[in-house]
């Protein structure tokens, strides 16, 4: 479905600065909202499968061999540890589990852990299965359809006339290759970006049609969490009225995507992430993210619940990935939410049952050798405190 507004009116509500006017605009954006997707929800939950340094030079990550941040590491995880922490994740309410990876691919006998782990997901719960590990051919995409996965994510990150700011390294055209590959092997598609790196009004609106062009199932809203060490280290929040105008305006230029509210949420919308719901958004990124901590699992669903949707989780072992009215999954009756049968206690042995936690399961190691910068730009926010770094303490 083509956008609901021209790029000329998205460009003048990207001006909007007044909260009636906001309002106006987020009331606007639910319609469209609800239009397509009734009271239904796409929550998702993630793990870290892999962490640790990367040869890339994006500026936002503290992975990165470029970045003066302590690098998070964490050594690819077993399938069996991939499989409970997807068991967690289903109890918490998520109707979906990515497995994520670090770096732009995985070495051989990573691939195959990760093939494994969502043979097990698959097999043992019933969420969706979703993968982000980097570039991809289509053989390798292919693959990952054959073990259970139906989607997978890849960001564009920014606009293309942004994008030299944001990696040299990781070419623009390199990520709609593997785009193109994961669509075709048939997999559904995962592709957003992030807010507020010093992007311009306009790039904003830039990158929102070009995701309309690429027409993604899902596309994940990130706001900029400033990494201290990092060339956006010293960046400061959006403010929250901006940010969930924003939200809308995505809304209303991909009114068929999935609008996931994913990193740095917390820290941009601060006590308006009810409202950035209210402006359009499917779900979110259910807990914590890769290496920041999220809201706790109740307020998530909270925050959907208080809007009047329905975020039960769907017991059908993952057979309809995109939960809207065209899956068939709105046919008949929701189902009710029935809290007791969530925040499930963890079965007895084995790996402890735990969401995601970047606070307690990362370990966070300095470089010894940081070479400059592709570009020659600093990089920033040097000591600056983190809510994840007083969380550790």
Not at 48 to 57: L, R, T, V
Not at 153 to 174: I, K
Not at 328 to 349: F, K, N, Q, R, Y
Request: proline share 6%.
């Amino acid at each position: 479905m083509p956008p609901l507004i021209t790029r000329e009116e998205a460009l003048r509500l990207g001006e909007l600065e007044g909260r009636a006017e906001i309002e106006a605009l987020i009331e606007r954006a639910w319609k469209a909202r609800v239009e397509r997707f009734e009271d239904a929800t796409d929550m998702c939950s993630l793990v870290n499968a892999k962490s640790g340094g990367c040869a890339e030079d994006c500026g936002f990550c503290a992975q990165s061999r470029y970045a003066e941040a302590a690098t998070p590491l964490h050594a690819m995880m077993e399938p069996e540890q991939m499989l409970e922490h997807a068991k967690a994740a289903e109890a918490a309410g998520a109707h979906r589990f990515c497995m994520v990876t670090q770096g732009q691919g995985l070495a051989k006998r990573d691939f195959q852990k990760l093939l494994d782990g969502a043979r097990l997901v698959a097999e043992h719960t019933n969420l969706k299965r979703c993968a982000s590990i980097g570039h991809m051919s289509v053989e390798r995409a292919k693959q990952l359809k054959d073990a259970g996965i139906q989607r997978v994510h890849h960001n564009v990150e920014s606009a293309e006339s942004f994008y030299p700011e944001v990696s040299l390294t990781v070419r623009y055209e390199g990520r709609l290759r593997t785009i193109e590959a994961v669509k075709e092997a048939g997999l559904e598609t995962c592709v957003g970006g992030i807010l507020n790196l010093g992007e311009t009004r306009e790039q904003r609106v830039e990158m929102a049609f070009q995701l309309a062009e690429i027409n993604p199932t899902s596309v994940p809203i990130n706001m900029l969490i400033p990494n201290p060490g990092t060339k956006f280290g010293d960046r400061e929040p959006l403010d929250p009225w901006e940010a969930v105008k924003w939200v809308a305006i995505f809304r209303l230029i991909l009114p068929e995507a999935l609008l996931r509210l994913c990193g740095g949420r917390i820290q941009n919308l601060q006590e308006l992430q009810q409202l950035a719901v209210r402006a359009g958004i499917n779900g979110v990124m259910l807990g914590n993210f890769l290496t920041s901590l999220g809201n706790t699992p109740e307020e998530d669903r909270a925050m959907f619940e208080e809007a009047g949707l329905n975020v039960a989780r769907q017991p059908d072992n993952g057979a309809n990935p995109r939960p809207d009215n065209r899956s068939g999954w709105l046919a008949g009756e929701t189902p009710d939410v029935v809290e007791m049968h969530l925040d499930t206690a963890a079965p007895a042995g084995g790996i402890e049952v735990r969401l995601w936690d970047p606070a307690s399961q990362l370990r966070f190691e300095s470089k010894r050798v940081i070479p400059p910068r592709p570009d020659g730009a600093p990089n920033t926010g040097v000591g600056r405190p983190t809510r994840e770094a007083a969380a550790r303490r």
